[in-house]
């Protein structure tokens, strides 16, 4: 048996194929399905399965294309009643033959449909695909379809974990969900593991009772991506194909035709460029493993994008992050920005100088970061607000337009998009580059 993990490092989550003979299976696919069946291509191999552990919530599925495309049975969990022909998981009610068989296992807790399925390779389990119910050193969070169910869901994740820690400790545990995704709880960790390493290490299957359970659970929920209400009704329905990722070129001027259609411009550009001048209007999120998620949560879901890049900088990549969360909206690029344009401007200060600057008295303090990283370390004085927050329910009271406003996070990047909000709205931004509100406390508490 072999297993080829495919890791998309923004969204914190991982697909898999899992190979045994001429036999492949396809996990919880992304909609890019291009690179997993590349994969099962170049090895020779049959897809028989096509799982999706739960009706996801945090990026478009591939897995109705993927079976499609391959003729590959599609396996979804009975409960999730999609739209599209596909295969229900009922609990326990085993798929293929005893030579590589599909066992599904109700595990509702991260959604009420959610199953997760322990592969056996002649009679023997083998590989557990647990979505996003048991992860490394967490679980799945609860509360993605509303806080009014959020502790049913909690209890019910309590039964879902206990439940899967009964298989045997060998068991390759292979979640879904991992660092860096915001479907985990707190404090998710390495990618794969085993059962038994789970049982020793993951402090959730150390709480005593479901009511204990989801009071812990619920205690330290990370914000919820703006986009992830979109997912769970689109993959619930079906998902047109992957598109194109090449967008045409156009330039500034071009803009002034699409000003009806409320195009909003993203600059993807790294951070220097976008301190020395941005077009007005602009959302400064400098490209990363992570653009695509802060670009569906901080722009208007699906309304017209018009990217401004750097030439030597992937487009194509970022307009794969937004068709991931099924953002299709890209209409061009525009690469060359004359300086007459470019007038939206921030600044950038290493943290030596932006301390300096803290000292000035005509000065305010903006820290962007999350809440749960607030109450680990705090900046007294500072004025508070997540980042995505500022774009959907607007600036803090307080900040006063005659001051310039220092923004701090953890590394410059938030801070830095929180800036193109700022300038648009009259501000001067001068971001924290580099460093975070940590670093700052920690360099004050060395000169005290």
Known sequence: MEILSFRTPGLGDQTYVLAHGRQAVLVDPQRDIGRFLAAVEERDLELRFVLE???????????????????????LPAAAAAAYPHT?????????DRGLTVRPIHTPGHTPEHTSYVVLVDGEPMALFSGGSLLVGSAGRPDL??????????????????????????????????????????????????????????PLLGIPDAETFADHF???????????????PANTLGVEPMPQTRV??????????????????VDIRPRAKQAAGMLPGSTAIEFGDDFGSWA????????????????????????????????????????????????????????????RRLEDRGVQLLDVR??????????DGAV?????????????????????????CGTGRRASIVASLLAREGFQPIVLNNAGVADMVAASDRAA
Not at 53 to 75: I, K, P
Not at 370 to 379: D, G, I, Q, Y
């Open 88 to 96: 229900p998981a009922f609990h326990l009610e085993d798929l293929g």
């Open 370 to 379: 999350m809440p749960n990283e607030r109450a680990a370390v705090r900046w």
């Open 296 to 355: 569906g949560w901080l722009v208007p879901y699906n309304s017209p994008i018009v990217l401004v890049a750097e030439r030597d900088q992937d487009v194509d990549a970022a307009v794969t992050q937004l068709a991931q969360i099924g953002v299709d909206s890209v209409r061009g690029v525009i690469f060359d920005v004359p300086g007459t344009a470019a007038t939206s401007t921030f600044t950038l200060l290493e943290l030596p100088d932006f301390l």
């Open 145 to 202: 379809l509303g806080l009014p169910r959020a502790r049913t869901l909690a209890k019910l994740q309590y039964q879902s974990l206990n439940r899967l820690a009964a298989l045997p400790r060998e068991v390759q545990l292979l979640p879904t969900h991992g660092e860096g995704s915001f479907c985990t709880a707190s404090g998710a960790g390495l990618y794969t593991s085993t059962v038994g390493e789970q049982i020793d290490t993951n």
């Open 384 to 408: 508070e607000g997540f980042a995505a927050d500022l774009f959907t329910e607007g600036l803090p009271d307080g900040l006063d337009r005659d001051k310039p406003v220092l923004v701090a």
């Open 218 to 232: 619920l205690s330290g929920l990370m914000p919820i991506p703006a986009f992830y209400r979109y997912m769970g």
């Open 53 to 75: 552990t739960h009706l996801h919530n945090d990026y478009v599925s591939g897995a109705e294309q993927a079976a499609r495309t391959t003729g590959a049975e599609l396996v």
């Open 248 to 265: 045409p070129e156009t330039r500034v001027s071009d803009l002034d035709e699409m000003t009806g259609d409320k195009v909003r411009v």
